[in-house]
């Protein structure tokens, strides 16, 4: 069974960093591309990155909302997906999803979520 | 960017209903198209994909049809476990969007 779990979330002052963490289990990570999707509070859904798979030499695509403030990166043989958070604003509070692309390119698998509060 | 339109925004609906959302992506998008399912304090779980396509044990009261710019999510014989804000979402292009949600009470 798929399994997502999110951790390293928090409250963060304006301007600070934040690492998220993203543990796999239950099916081959090395095979799958993983993204990071965010929710603020009583909102709809946000894209904010995707790592590839190796094959595809671990490349990296962000939303233009957080390019050059986040950086996300996975370690395979950790089975584990990151999201390192820079130059937070107050517009980043969130809750942020991990999730599973399939191969055929849509998101099949999500975590629980991970609150991120941006806040002074 | 492709835009990805999304109407009613809610919808009243009762029990043993059958309700229609649909989507409308601002390019032709071929089919890439999921539909996911939000319910209250919930992750979202996915529901379609390629458009029309059942994720695995999602029941066939769910379906989803449509190409290019135009989508629809059908729900029949709609019950209380159903009552949740439905998402669509593109994938044929970065960045990925979503429909803004349509919350069904």
């Known amino acids: 069974e798929v399994h997502l779990v999110e951790s390293g979330g928090g409250l963060v002052q304006p301007g600070g960093s934040l690492r998220l963490s993203c543990a796999a289990s239950?099916?081959?990570?090395?095979?799958?591309?993983m993204d990071w999707v965010r929710q603020a509070p009583g909102k709809g859904l946000e894209w904010v990155a995707r790592?590839?798979?190796?094959?595809?030499?671990?490349?990296?695509e962000y939303a233009a909302s957080v390019r050059g403030r986040f950086t996300i990166s996975r370690d395979d043989s950790m089975n584990s997906l990151y999201l390192q958070m820079n130059s937070l604003k107050t517009e980043d509070t969130a809750l942020y999803y991990c999730?599973?692309?399939?191969?055929?390119?849509?998101?099949?698998?999500w975590g629980q979520g991970i609150l991120v509060t941006v806040s002074s | 960017d492709i835009q990805v339109t999304q109407s009613p925004s809610s919808l009243s609906a009762s029990v043993g209903d059958r309700i229609t959302i649909t989507c409308r992506a601002s390019?032709?998008?071929?089919?890439?198209l999921a539909w996911l399912q939000q319910k209250p304090g919930k992750a979202p779980k996915s529901l379609i994909y390629?458009?029309?396509r059942l994720q695995s044990g999602v029941p066939s009261k769910f379906s989803g049809s449509g190409s290019g710019t135009e989508f629809t999510l059908m729900i029949t014989n709609l019950q209380p476990e159903d009552y949740a804000t439905y998402y669509c979402?593109?994938?044929?292009?970065?960045?990925?969007?979503f429909g803004g949600g349509t919350k069904v009470e």
């Open positions: 999730v599973r692309v399939s191969r055929q390119c849509d998101f099949d698998y």
């Open positions: 239950g099916f081959t990570f090395s095979d799958h591309y």
């Open positions: 790592a590839r798979n190796k094959a595809n030499s671990h490349s990296t």
């Open positions: 390019q032709d998008i071929s089919n890439s």
């Open positions: 390629a458009a029309s």
């Open positions: 979402q593109q994938y044929k292009d970065y960045p990925l969007t």
